[in-house]
Every structure is written in C-alpha cells, then in structure tokens.
C-alpha cells in the first residue's frame, strides 16, 4: 500500500518554463510534507518542506502547495533551469517526530536548454 | 544547512565478508539516524531507524542480524553489512533528522555505492 504517490515518472520542460510536479498521500496522520531532488549516486538533497497549518510555502524559485482536503502537494520550480534536472522525491510525515518519512517514488524531471 | 558525511563513498568487497558504513552529523546532533537502501531506478527504501542508545528499529523483511546497526554517538552511526552477499549490492545511504521550530528535517549523506564480488 503506497501511502505517497508520484504519479508521474518522468516530466521534461524547456527551460525558462515552469516546471510542476504533483504528489498524493493517503494517510490522514501525515502533517509534514517534504521535497528532496536527488542526483544519481548521490544522496537526496532537502529542497522545501510544507507543514499542514499552511498551504503554501516559498523558497525562491521552489514553491510547495498543500491541499489538504485533496490529500494533494505540488512543488512548483519557476523559472526551470537545466541544473534541475534530477529525480525530485515527496516525502511525508508527521510533526511528532516519531514516524520516518514516506517516500514516493520520484519523479525524473529533465530541462531542456 | 546541516551537513551529514558518509564513509566510505563506494566499497568493493568480496562475497562472505563484512563492510561497516558510517554516517556522521557534522554540525549538529542527531538522536535519530535512518538507514536506506536504493535500487537502481527505485525509491529510497528505509531499512532501519536508528536511535542513539538504544537498539535501532528494523523494517520488515530487513534482517537485523544481517544490517548492524550502532548509534555510538549523537553524531555516529554505523551501519555493518555482515556476510555480504551480491545481492547486497547497492546504494546505501543515512539521514539525520534535525529538530527546528517544531519541525523534523532529515539531511541525507551523500550515499555508499556497495559492490559485493
């Protein structure tokens, strides 16, 4: 039972454009929600994180949007540049703490110059 | 941001033989530490948390005799691959969790490429 879903696996946008990438959860307990972008042989890097008191938080050009009630996140990268080009991962939690987080299984976005 | 290292970077070892991995916090301390194992082109899958001073806490279907897990310290934790095998090839890669504002943040290590011959 996946309680995080990437859908998509694969999104390519030219550069310049904006760049989305959806996320699901199925877990009413989840209240922290979390982007990472990963190169290859290389670890997740913490990009943006969202708690689920807001529904929306900004960090330069990395925006993450939280519907609760849709159960639904989206990190939004504007403008896509092609160093953004990596595997972007959602993960979910909760704000005690106690839980680790769950990962969806990634979305590889490609820039194109 | 909070830095977590990881050692060695890659590994080559011969089947039988036992590998220890190491995940450190650099700037910060961290009760808990997590373990994963990605395949390639497949999520992060957790193994283990693990928690300092007390026995980390496995997944199911990860065994715990196989995967040593020891968090000496609130900056240190080893990960033992004992008796490895070829299908214990892979990319293993730690987090920290750092607590702020009420929040928890895991930073990742930079990962360990295991090749078992």
């Known amino acids: 039972d996946q309680q995080v879903k990437q859908n998509s696996p694969s999104l390519s946008v030219q550069e310049g454009r904006i760049s989305i990438l959806n996320c699901d959860y199925t877990?009413?307990?989840?209240?922290?929600f979390l982007w990472y972008k990963k190169y290859p042989a290389e670890g997740p890097t913490f990009l943006i994180s969202i708690s689920s008191i807001k529904d929306k938080n900004e960090d330069g050009r990395f925006t993450v949007f939280l519907n609760k009630s849709a159960k639904h996140l989206s990190l939004h990268i504007v403008p896509s540049q092609p160093g953004d080009s990596a595997v972007y991962f959602c993960?979910?939690?909760?704000?005690?703490?106690?839980?680790?987080?769950?990962f969806g299984k990634g979305t590889r976005l490609s820039v194109i110059a | 941001g909070a830095v977590v290292s990881q050692h060695p970077s890659w590994v080559i070892c011969k089947s039988g033989t036992s590998v220890k991995i190491e995940c450190r916090s650099l700037?910060?301390?961290?009760?808990?530490m997590f373990w994963y194992r990605q395949f390639p082109k497949q999520s992060l899958m957790l193994m283990a948390t693990?928690?300092?001073?007390?026995?980390?806490?496995?997944e199911q279907g990860v065994e715990k005799d196989k995967f040593l897990i020891n968090h000496a310290s609130l900056t240190l934790s080893t990960l033992t691959v004992t008796s490895a095998h070829p299908e214990d090839s892979s990319f293993y890669i730690c987090?920290?969790?750092?607590?702020?504002?009420?929040?928890?943040?895991?930073?990742f290590g930079p990962g360990t490429r295991l090749t078992v011959l």
């Open positions: 993960a979910a939690s909760d704000l005690s703490g106690n839980t680790p987080l769950v």
């Open positions: 693990s928690n300092e001073g007390s026995k980390a806490t496995y």
């Open positions: 700037d910060f301390q961290a009760t808990t």
């Open positions: 877990n009413s307990m989840f209240d922290y």
């Open positions: 987090s920290a969790r750092l607590r702020q504002g009420g929040t928890d943040t895991q930073y």
